[in-house]
Nanobody
Framework: QVQLVESGGGLVQAGGSLRLSCAAS????????MGWFRQAPGKEREFVAV????????DYADSVKGRFTISRDSPKKTAYLQMNSLKPEDTAVYYC???????????????????WGQGTQVTVSS
């Protein structure tokens, strides 16, 4: 079992930055790929970024490439999402998710993930 707790959301002006954190419990954090998703009101949950279990591979949604960076600190059992050059369309509830993987996978579909955090609100004002 893995429990995930996100933090770091808030209100920021367009062009600003935020760093989200996802703290995990459990003894096998290093065996899990970690993903970030977001969901805006009235929209489906969408993929944002993923990092594989060892931290050697990442993948991003086209809408955030070049602005967001995902990373992980396995000894601290924490994943991060650094968000720069934020836009009003980035406003959403951001969720971190985890799935145990056997290789170098970087899953991007919500239904591939077994564990989810409760979400943290990010609001970008224009």
């Amino acid at each position: 079992q893995v429990q995930l707790v996100e933090s770091g959301g808030g209100l920021v002006q367009a062009g600003g930055s935020l760093r989200l954190s996802c703290a995990a419990s459990g003894r096998t954090f290093s065996s899990y790929a970690m993903g970030w998703f977001r969901q805006a009101p009235g929209k489906e949950r969408e993929f944002v970024a993923v990092i594989n279990w060892i931290g050697s591979r990442t993948d991003y949604a086209d809408s955030v490439k070049g602005r967001f960076t995902i990373s992980r600190d396995s000894p601290k059992k924490t994943a991060y999402l650094q968000m720069n050059s934020l836009k009003p369309e980035d406003t959403a509830v951001y969720y971190c998710a985890a799935v145990r993987t056997a290789g170098w996978e970087t899953p991007s579909a919500p239904n591939e993930y077994a564990y989810w955090g409760q979400g943290t609100q990010v609001t970008v004002s224009s």
